[in-house]
């Protein structure tokens, strides 16, 4: 185990926002095909891909959460299941 929801966001400076914040983070992954209902994606940025343009999706299909890059998605503000970090490359 990872840690809780809380957990995580408190070590990635994300302020704790409503939800259910005791919730067990089994895994944290980069890998849209390795992502289970206990996972939490990270999206990464590279020359050729951009694990962003999965974000959304990866969470409505009942990702845990995700962590994305901070400004990215006006839908991601006050979503209990986003972490959002300056860099999610530095974060990871």
Known sequence: ?????AQLKEIFHCPVRVGDE???VQSISTDTRTIGP???????????FDGHDYA????EAGALGIIVEQ?????????????????TLEAY
């Open 1 to 5: 185990m990872i840690g809780t929801l």
């Open 22 to 24: 005791k919730i067990d």
């Open 38 to 48: 206990s996972a939490v994606f990270l999206a990464l940025k590279g020359d050729v």
């Open 56 to 59: 959304k999706k990866i969470l």
């Open 71 to 87: 400004g990215r998605f006006a839908w991601a503000v006050g979503n209990p299941k986003v972490i959002e970090v300056p860099n």
